[in-house]
């Protein structure tokens, strides 16, 4: 069965940087782009951007644009979320999820089940 | 960017009951690129409609979409007691992707 595990996740502070993982298994990783989503505490959720199944475009929300990079490795059928220069309200569960397809539109169609990111002094 | 706004925030029922969720666009969405997700705390979110009215894979007939344009709804015709959770509309469409802020559903 489709699986997707998120790891990577910690305490970090104000400024600092930190890599999230996402592996998958149970499916063809390269046949399909990638998504990373958050929640905030409190809030509902929030897409970051995705990844195409090659790994050559990706494209990002504009309150990430510059400071996240995703990145994947299909060898190992895993998918990344570089974090720099962190904000306090960039705290949230951080999610990976499948894109149904392999193009820009389609749907999430599994989801892990995520890793919080703190970010505090 | 497509804002999706979701009414109402807090919906009160008792199981067997019929729900009606609505999902409001600022927009309209080319080619029905409106999904709905359900949300429980601590668990993965799962697909339940996508294309506005296509029930996702192992979905149960009692989850139904419908709509077009810049009004959509999802319905759950007699609730079970693993339905109460958090319900989400999701435009995904070419970049941005947007989410409606929720719509929880509580005894």
């Known amino acids: 069965q489709v699986q997707l595990v998120e790891s990577g996740g910690g305490l970090v502070k104000p400024g600092g940087s930190l890599r999230l993982s996402c592996a998958g298994s149970?499916?063809?990783?390269?046949?399909?782009?990638m998504s990373w989503i958050r929640q905030a505490p409190g809030k509902g959720l929030e897409w970051l951007g995705h990844?195409?199944?090659?790994?050559?475009?990706?494209y990002y929300a504009d309150s990430v644009k510059g400071r996240f990079t995703i990145s994947r490795d299909n060898a190992k059928s895993s998918l990344f979320l570089q974090m720099s220069s962190l904000r306090t309200d960039d705290t949230a569960i951080y999610f990976c999820?499948?894109?149904?397809?392999?193009?820009?539109?389609?749907?999430?169609?599994?989801w892990g089940r995520g890793t919080l990111v703190t970010v505090s002094s | 960017e497509i804002v999706l706004t979701q009414s109402p925030a807090t919906l009160s029922l008792s199981p067997g009951e019929r729900a009606t969720l609505s999902c409001r666009a600022s927009?309209?969405?080319?080619?029905?690129?409106l999904a709905w997700y359900q949300h429980k705390l601590g668990q993965a979110p799962r697909l339940l409609i996508h294309?506005?009215?296509s029930r996702a894979t192992g979905i149960p007939g009692r989850f139904s979409g419908s709509g077009s344009g810049t009004d959509f709804t999802l319905t759950i015709t007699r609730l079970e007691p693993e339905d109460f959770a958090v319900y989400y509309c999701?435009?995904?469409?070419?970049?941005?992707?947007?989410f409606g802020q929720g719509t929880k559903v509580e005894i």
């Open positions: 999820a499948r894109d149904a397809g392999n193009h820009r539109t389609s749907q999430h169609d599994y």
């Open positions: 149970g499916f063809t990783f390269r046949n399909h782009y």
């Open positions: 990844i195409s199944a090659t790994g050559i475009v990706s």
């Open positions: 927009q309209s969405v080319s080619n029905s690129y």
């Open positions: 294309a506005a009215s």
């Open positions: 999701q435009y995904y469409g070419p970049s941005p992707r947007t």
